[in-house]
């Protein structure tokens, strides 16, 4: 996700960024991966439950489906926003769209978080942005896959 806010300087820099995306790249690719087949495990028990209840295989997969769409909308769009419109002062609207265009892997840099000057922020702030960044993506590739 490149925001433009921080970047290689110096050409050994960028010629460092290059070598580390060449190998950091395809190992974010098999994390998001390893926990969208953890998600998917949970997909599948959830089936399974509801199969073992009676419901016919295409209403459970549709319940499924909706079940992981609102649940990851919750969570990783609205409750978010929320927690940026506290945090950074933005409108509930502009975290909105910070959210999907974030998660959509987008990224214009016309918000960034953590960076409103005067703002202060506490210390694990941005960590804690990223890991929803990296949850979020699991997310979608778990969309992707059901």
């Not at 433009?4 to 960028?14: D, F, H, I, M, V």
């Not at 439950?49 to 079940?67: A, D, P, Q, S, W």
């Not at 649940?71 to 609205?78: D, E, K, Q, Y």
Request: aromatic fraction near 20%.
């Amino acid at each position: 996700i490149g925001y433009g806010t921080l970047r290689p300087k110096t050409a050994g820099g960028q010629i460092f960024c290059v070598f580390f995306a060449l190998f950091g790249i395809p190992l974010n690719i098999v994390f998001l991966h390893r926990v969208g087949k953890m998600l998917s495990l949970l997909c599948k028990k959830l089936g399974k439950f509801l199969y073992e209840k009676g419901m016919r295989k295409k209403k459970i997969k549709f319940l499924t489906l909706l079940f992981f769409l609102a649940t990851g909308i919750l969570v990783f769009l609205c409750l978010p926003s929320l927690f940026f419109q506290i945090t950074e002062g933005w409108s509930y609207s502009e975290g909105i769209y910070f959210a999907f265009i974030t998660l959509s892997t987008i990224g214009f840099g016309d918000y960034v978080v953590g960076k409103q000057p005067g703002r202060n922020y506490f210390s694990y702030y941005r960590t804690l942005v990223a890991i929803w960044i990296l949850f979020g993506l699991a997310w979608i590739a778990l969309l992707f896959n059901l």
